[in-house]
């Protein structure tokens, strides 16, 4: 079973970058997609971005697509989301998620959180004005 840690979050201005590390710990070869979440104050969850772990095929949510790029470090089994020009509006827990097996035909089809079996504890962003 793998265990999910995000790292990488704090306190940044706005306008300023921030990258987030989640680490699979125990990662199964049968991992088909990593993505990551958030959450703000007084918010529902919000999908972010998602990879196939295999070939790096990538989708990232219109709101944060040119600002937030995902990536992945296979040798190391860890995701990553660098985070640019960040706003007061960014603030939220960040998740970090894992999907078993392919259930539809492209990435673009895993942006629902139902989809993922495995969740991180989540990590703490803050952007201040």
């Known amino acids: 079973q793998v265990q999910l840690r995000e790292s990488g979050g704090g306190l940044v201005q706005a306008g300023g970058s921030l990258k987030l590390s989640c680490a699979a710990v125990?990662?199964?070869?049968?991992?088909?997609?990593m993505a990551w979440f958030r959450q703000g104050p007084g918010k529902e969850r919000e999908f972010l971005a998602t990879?196939?772990?295999?070939?790096?095929?990538?989708y990232h949510a219109d709101s944060v697509n040119g600002r937030f790029t995902i990536s992945r470090d296979k040798a190391k089994d860890t995701v990553y989301l660098q985070m640019n020009s960040l706003e007061p509006d960014d603030t939220a827990v960040y998740y970090c998620?894992?999907?078993?097996?392919?259930?539809?035909?492209?990435?673009?089809?895993?942006?629902?959180?139902?989809?993922?079996?495995?969740w991180g504890q989540g990590t703490q962003v803050t952007v201040s004005s």
């Open positions: 998620a894992t999907k078993r097996s392919r259930t539809h035909a492209g990435v673009h089809y895993y942006i629902y959180g139902n989809e993922y079996d495995n």
């Open positions: 125990g990662r199964s070869s049968s991992t088909y997609a």
């Open positions: 990879i196939i772990w295999a070939d790096g095929a990538t």
